[in-house]
């Protein structure tokens, strides 16, 4: 059993949204993401996904691409990023997964010895484009939401080894400490994956471990659209 985790899949089954406006690496992204995914994964195996899933607007509209993910093997949990518009309540997302597929939000999962919690997360405070009257509200909500997984997380497996996925990075590139960062040390995390950036963003991102905490960038782009191995 293994842990992978790949993050902004940009799907657009609905709209259609051409990719490769933003590179020529985006080019049929999608196709090289399923053939990488199903030479790497096994059926036993668990896939995180931080966020970023589908173009579309409405619920209705992202079924087509969340069926594309319910349909590759492992278990799968998914995540909201800040492009998931089409993320309604937790109860109707639920509706359309199936295949070992799974919703994270406000809650946790345990897989074998390991245990997942995480939320969408913000931008921090130290980061360039942080705006105090504009994200301080929305910081401080993510970092409820994500003490509230991990209190789930640790009710559900006290010992368990704690992974924890965000859609944002929890931190800069040199892990200054955050409320995001801070919990994870809290509840005993030892990895964290998170996406969210990518072209030049991707050089700046927080990679390895600090402080206890083992941080990958798993956006799909960052990782050659190809399922990265955690665990």
Same mark, same amino acid.
């Given at each position: 059993? /293994?842990?992978f985790a ?8 609905a ?7 933003? $590179?020529?690496?985006?080019? @049929?992204?999608w196709?090289?993401i ?7 994964? =096994?059926?036993?195996?668990l896939?995180?996904?931080p966020g ?6 409405? #619920?209705?509209?992202?079924?087509a ?11 799968k ?19 359309l997964l %199936?295949?070992g ?7 946790? %999962? !345990?897989?074998d *010895?390991?245990?997942v919690? $995480?939320?969408?997360g ?6 360039s ?5 504009a994200d301080e509200?929305?910081?401080? *909500?993510?970092?409820?939401? #994500?003490?509230l997984s #991990?209190q ?6 006290? $010992?368990?080894?704690?992974i924890c ?9 040199n892990?200054?400490p955050?409320? %995001?960062?801070?919990l994870l ?11 969210? #950036?990518h072209?030049?963003?991707i050089?700046?991102?927080? @990679?390895g471990? !600090? ?7 798993? /956006? ?5 659209? =190809?399922p990265?191995?955690?665990?």
């Open positions: 059993m /293994s842990i790949i993050g902004d899949l940009h799907l657009s089954g709209s259609e949204k051409p990719m490769d406006i933003f $590179g020529e690496h985006w080019d @049929s992204h196709d090289r399923k053939e990488n995914w199903e030479s790497a994964v =096994s059926a036993d195996d896939v995180l996904i970023d899933i589908s173009w579309a607007m409405k #619920l209705s509209e992202a079924a691409d969340l069926k594309a993910v319910c349909s590759l093997p492992g278990t949990i998914i995540m909201k990023g800040n492009h998931d518009y089409w993320w309604s309540s937790l109860k109707q997302v639920e509706a %199936f295949n597929t799974f919703a994270l939000q406000n809650n946790a %999962f !345990v897989y *010895r390991y245990v919690a $995480g939320t969408r913000w931008l921090c405070p130290g980061m484009q942080y705006n105090p009257a509200k929305y910081y401080l *909500r993510e970092a409820g939401r #994500l003490e #991990l789930a997380a640790r009710r559900l497996s006290p $010992g368990g080894e704690l996925m965000t859609h944002y990075p929890p931190s800069d590139k892990g200054a955050t409320l %995001f960062t801070a040390e809290k509840y005993g995390a030892s990895r964290a994956v998170y996406g969210h #950036l072209a030049s963003s050089a700046g991102a927080l @990679s471990i !600090v402080r206890g905490v083992d941080y990958s960038l798993v /956006s799909c782009d960052a990782i050659a659209f =190809s990265k191995k955690i665990a």
